[in-house]
């Protein structure tokens, strides 16, 4: 069955959880998509959604000018559910009386139930929700009813008693409320009807489908890093059309120890696809001579990059499609209503289409998280070693080469950080480090190497977690490992003498040093 059969809209009203609400939604196997609150009502029916969800915000209802989604929805017999703001609106348009609480409501409380419900199925008195909100219900919208409240909330739960219209006061979707899963199943399975058909195995056999019927015989040319997403994106198009698709490798020296290697190897020999290796060190060490500007170098990379991808395109003749792996967050943000909690977002990612290449674009992962990509890249047998990749910045070493790069620094560069490789990143303990690498600084220091003064390199080690690269912490790790790396790096790269730790957070530093 497509997935899309049951699909669930989440109108987003701003919440910082929104996108939480989805994956926790995705989790219970529903497809579901994220869209400004004020989506039109045709739009919405056109797509027939199986439930709705409106999401909280940071606004108040009670205010003038508050968001607003479209009211028909609610005489459309979709079932909805309101979450936090969504709850209030629900009140709000049903004319029930929203007020600003004295006491702002953070954190857990308990929930007892007044009414049982197929909402709460499974939920026992004294369970804990999570609160976040100031605003609440004083008196009931008229045609609903209180399913259960909590100590400051006492229409925490509330239901129409027409209509399959639902709104929570807490929030189902953090896991600070632990059987909020329940009651976001219970919403979609026995108030939405769905069945829970999506899954990457559906998701590759629907996107297997498609791709055939758009491509047909046309040939599609696809950008190959080595990173997770175009790893994904190449083996699903490579699995639809197979030597139609046109993998180009370009490797710009700047990649970390042996990686272009690996990835001939898993790519060409592994999974026989159609890869085409672009040896370009050389091209993009002359154009980065002398730069030492961290922007000048991206837009040198970027734009060298592009040029070798349209001379390849040339080459290969004939080519009607791009694929690309753009992900559904960016979707998202493009399109979406954006709160206060809007978060600060990454930056620059280098090999963005070429406008004057008439390539269409295809991108059959616009409809997954990142999560959701390694499940489907497993899924089509691509190895962990991609899969669980650490992120790799598109200019590469390039910027964690601080000053001017070249074949000498490179070399230090790529040996002191396959050392940072072997002994942090590969060993399964670390497996939760969001990045972990070495950076080259421009300043030389004195030490002493047996009798004899040095004068050489420092290398900085930068180790992070982070969920999403947003914000991002400094990683404790233990000063037995920090030790053993920083006198490996120290003992057998040539020109290091000296080894720190970046002990900084994100913000106010970065993650990359350039
Ligand atoms: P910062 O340094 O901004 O990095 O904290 C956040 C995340 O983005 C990666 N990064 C880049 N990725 N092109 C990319 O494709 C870039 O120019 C770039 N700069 C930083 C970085 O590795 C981290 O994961």
Same mark, same amino acid.
């Given at each position: ?192 009807g769905v069945k829970g058909v999506f ?9 297997? !489908? ?101 001379? !390849? ?49 295809? !991108? ?13 890249g497993k899924e089509l047998g691509i ?52 990045q972990s690498f070495a950076v080259l ?70 993650? !990359?040093?350039?």
């Amino acid at each position: 069955m497509d997935y899309h059969k049951e699909l669930v809209l989440i109108l987003d009203f701003g919440s910082q959880y929104t996108q939480l609400i989805a994956r926790k939604v995705r989790e219970l196997g529903v497809y579901c998509e994220i869209h400004p609150y004020n989506m039109e009502f045709q739009r919405i029916k056109s797509l027939q959604p199986r439930g709705i969800i409106l999401s909280g915000g940071p606004s108040s209802v009670t205010e003038r000018g508050a968001p607003i989604c479209h009211k028909r929805i609610f005489s459309s017999n979709i079932p909805i559910l309101g979450i936090c703001y969504g709850l209030q609106l629900i009140a709000k348009l049903y004319n029930g009386t929203v007020a600003k609480s004295s006491k702002r409501e953070y954190g857990k409380a308990h929930l007892f139930i007044d009414k049982n419900n197929s909402l709460l199925q499974g939920i026992r008195n004294g369970d804990i929700v999570w609160m976040s909100h100031q605003d609440r219900v004083l008196k009931m919208p008229s045609g609903f009813e209180t399913l259960a409240r909590t100590e400051n909330s006492p229409h925490a739960v509330i239901a129409s008693k027409n209509a399959p219209i639902y709104g929570v006061q807490f929030h189902p979707e953090v896991h600070h409320t632990p059987k909020g899963r329940v009651i976001l199943k219970n919403f979609l399975f026995a108030i939405c009807g769905v069945k829970g058909v999506f899954s990457p195995k559906s998701f590759v056999d629907y996107s297997l !489908e498609k791709i055939q019927k758009h491509v047909g015989n046309h040939r599609v040319m696809c950008a190959l890093s080595g990173g997770v997403d175009s790893s994904v994106v190449a083996v699903l198009m490579h699995k639809a059309i197979g030597k139609n698709l046109y993998c180009v490798f370009v490797n710009n020296g700047l990649l970390r120890k042996n990686e272009e290697k690996e990835v001939m190897v898993i790519f060409r020999s592994k999974l026989r696809m159609n890869l085409k290796y672009v040896d370009a060190k050389k091209r993009f060490l002359n154009a980065l001579k002398g730069v030492v500007d961290p922007e000048k170098k991206r837009k040198i990379i970027g734009h060298l990059f592009i040029r070798i991808f349209e001379e !390849e395109s040339r080459r290969i003749g004939n080519l009607t499609y791009l694929a690309q792996g753009t992900l559904y967050p960016d979707v998202i943000e493009s399109t979406s209503f954006k709160g206060p909690s809007a978060t600060i977002k990454t930056h620059h990612n280098v090999g963005g289409l070429p406008e004057k290449m008439k390539f269409t674009l295809l !991108e059959p992962l616009r409809e997954l998280f990142k999560d959701e990509v390694r499940v489907v890249g497993k899924e089509l047998g691509i190895p962990d070693a991609i899969i669980y990749r650490q992120p790799f910045p598109g200019p590469g070493l390039a910027v964690r080469i601080i000053g001017e790069v070249n074949e000498k620094r490179l070399q230090i560069l790529k040996e002191a950080d396959d050392i940072v490789r072997q002994e942090i990143e590969k060993k399964e303990h670390f497996k939760h480090l969001w990045q972990s690498f070495a950076v080259l600084l421009p300043v030389k220091t004195v030490g002493v190497m047996g009798d004899e003064r040095t004068y050489a390199n420092v290398i900085a080690l930068r180790i992070v977690e982070s969920r999403d690269a947003m914000t991002a912490d400094w990683a404790r790790i233990p000063y037995g490992v920090l030790d053993r790396t920083a006198r490996r790096i120290i003992n057998e790269v040539p020109d290091i003498n000296r080894v720190v730790y970046d002990i900084s957070s994100k913000p106010p530093s970065t993650i !990359e040093w350039e």
